[in-house]
């Protein structure tokens, strides 16, 4: 199994602000994603991050509205740029490690965009 | 396009009753599918797996069935409890690749 560990675990933010989400996992990673999950709904792929090179973002998410880095193969971030209160949701970082198939979730980021 | 799709958005069962999540999806290239178990403030956690390669896989108390034929799988769970009082999420993998994609959910309750 991983551990993944995201913070901060919720914030409010003001509109037209940005917040960067930080995502650490425990243990050897294959893949990492970021996923979005609206209040009351199912979770949404945004894009999976790329070690050393661009996100590959999913259809209706674009890198200047969330762009992602992944500086290394455990550790990622997501930032949310120019927030609206139609941004808040919970984000969620989660990642396949070697030789397991299953996607673990870290317990995500509630934002509250005033 | 691609969707995994859950058939009733909650379901209310008793204590001690057998529960079962049902889920479809339309991507016939999938062959992984996974189902969640989701508590409120916390993220998915894992329940069971399965490849299409199979019909069914039994767990400790759940067990997935998956028809190929229909593109439908589901989540029985024996012996309800209130602890698995939660909302239940079914993901396939997108053309075999990496990615998962998720189903609307279904929310469990489980009364005493």
């Known amino acids: 199994s991983a551990v993944i560990s995201q913070k901060p675990s919720r914030d409010i933010c003001q509109r037209g602000t940005s917040l960067t989400i930080q995502c650490q996992v425990d243990s050897q990673v294959t893949m990492m994603f970021w996923y979005r999950q609206q209040p009351g709904q199912s979770l949404t792929l945004i894009a999976t991050?790329?070690?050393?090179?661009?996100?590959?973002?999913e259809s209706g998410f674009v890198i200047d509205k969330f762009p992602i880095s992944r500086p290394n193969l455990t550790f990622s971030t997501l930032t949310v740029s120019n927030m609206s209160p139609e941004d808040s949701s919970i984000y969620l970082c989660?990642?396949?490690?070697?030789?397991?198939?299953?996607?673990?979730f870290g317990s995500g980021t509630q934002l509250s965009v005033l | 396009g691609e969707s995994v799709g859950l058939h009733l958005p909650t379901l209310s069962v008793q204590e001690g009753d057998n529960s079962i999540i049902n889920c479809a999806y339309s991507?016939?290239?999938?062959?992984?599918f996974i189902w969640y178990k989701q508590e409120s403030g916390k993220g998915p956690q894992f329940i069971i797996d399965i490849r299409s390669n199979m019909d069914k896989r039994q767990g400790q108390r759940v067990t997935v069935l998956l028809n190929k034929t229909v593109k439908h799988l589901s989540l029985q769970i024996a012996a309800t409890q209130p602890g698995d009082s939660a909302v239940y999420f079914c993901?396939?993998?997108?053309?075999?690749?990496?990615?998962?994609?998720f189903g609307q959910g279904t929310e469990l309750s489980v009364k005493p």
């Open positions: 993901a396939g993998n997108y053309n075999q690749g990496g990615k998962l994609i």
């Open positions: 991507n016939s290239a999938s062959d992984y």
């Open positions: 989660s990642a396949r490690v070697a030789g397991n198939e299953k996607l673990f």
């Open positions: 991050a790329n070690q050393g090179s661009e996100a590959t973002y």
